[in-house]
């Protein structure tokens, strides 16, 4: 049996090494959702021709975005727990993840490769500063991180019950969950967190996805490349 701290096979690599995104199922392809946009004329195709591409970019153009439904995804992600938080926001993805009422092994932290320091005019954001001397303050939230595992597992020790010790475990614990998308939600998800407005860390996670998800669905990739979008 395979432990799900440990990425699937198709994955790729975030945040220095220390989160992973990766894609464990789909259902459908692109042939699925032009098929699906034209489930009225009563016929299905197997392979994607021009009118059909053309078609596809129509449907994503006026947000008809029913047909992208039919395309769903599954990955598994490993993130830290303030990533997590603003994941679960997204409430048309289905969740499940490893219960710390039920585990206390394989606990690991974030620390960040690089800090940034806080935006002046925007409260909500930050700012790359590559003179920041942040390698003694990277030190201090890594025993930070440690301080806090230790804690845990003296109260643990100490007969206290999983699920009221993991209170004194850090933001930057990772945590690991499968989620499952259809692409018409899957692409508003990229849009609001591969985005200049959202976090590094939950971005890093978008761009990681949508290196995942590309050879699945290359002419929605050049549709929006066409648009001057990154994918
Ligand atoms: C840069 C950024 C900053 C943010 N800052 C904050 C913040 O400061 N505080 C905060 O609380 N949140 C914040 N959020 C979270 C944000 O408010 C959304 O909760 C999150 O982005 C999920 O978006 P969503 O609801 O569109 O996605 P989903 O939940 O996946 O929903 C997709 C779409 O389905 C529809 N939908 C889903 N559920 C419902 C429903 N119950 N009723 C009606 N329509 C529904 C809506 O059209 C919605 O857009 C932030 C998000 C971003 C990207």
């Given at each position: 049996m395979q432990h799900l701290n440990i990425?699937?096979?198709?994955?790729?690599?975030?945040?220095?090494?220390?989160?992973?995104?990766?894609?464990?199922?789909?259902?459908?392809?692109?042939?699925?959702?032009?098929?699906?946009?034209?489930?009225?004329?009563?016929?299905?195709?197997?392979?994607?021709?021009?009118?059909?591409?053309?078609?596809?970019?129509?449907?994503?153009a006026n947000r008809h975005t029913s047909p992208l439904e039919h395309l769903v995804f599954t990955f598994s992600i490993h993130c830290p727990l303030?990533?997590?938080?603003?994941?679960?926001?997204?409430?048309?993805?289905?969740?499940?993840?490893?219960?710390?009422?039920?585990?206390?092994?394989?606990?690991?932290?974030?620390?960040?490769p690089k800090l940034r320091c806080q935006a002046k005019e925007n409260r909500q954001a930050s700012v790359e500063n590559p003179d920041f001397d942040d390698a003694?303050?990277?030190?201090?939230?890594?025993?930070?991180?440690?301080?806090?595992?230790?804690?845990y597992e003296e109260l643990l020790a100490k007969g206290v019950c999983r699920e009221?010790?993991?209170?004194?475990?850090?933001?930057?614990?990772?945590?690991?969950?499968?989620?499952?998308?259809?692409?018409?939600?899957?692409?508003?998800?990229?849009?609001?967190?591969?985005?200049?407005h959202a976090q590094w860390e939950i971005r890093e996670y978008a761009v990681a996805i949508k290196k995942l998800i590309k050879p699945y669905i290359p002419n929605v990739a050049k549709y929006f490349a066409k648009q001057g979008q990154v994918w």
């Open positions: 990425p699937p096979v198709n994955h790729v690599m975030v945040l220095g090494g220390q989160g992973w995104v990766g894609l464990i199922n789909h259902l459908g392809d692109e042939t699925t959702i032009v098929n699906a946009a034209r489930v009225s004329f009563g016929k299905l195709k197997e392979t994607m021709d021009d009118r059909d591409i053309t078609l596809l970019e129509y449907l994503i303030f990533v997590r938080g603003q994941w679960h926001r997204h409430r048309t993805w289905s969740y499940n993840e490893i219960s710390r009422r039920y585990t206390e092994i394989d606990l690991e932290f974030y620390t960040p003694a303050l990277r030190r201090l939230i890594s025993d930070h991180n440690a301080a806090s595992l230790k804690l009221q010790a993991r209170g004194v475990l850090s933001q930057n614990m990772m945590v690991t969950f499968w989620g499952t998308v259809n692409l018409g939600n899957l692409l508003h998800f990229l849009e609001l967190r591969d985005s200049d």
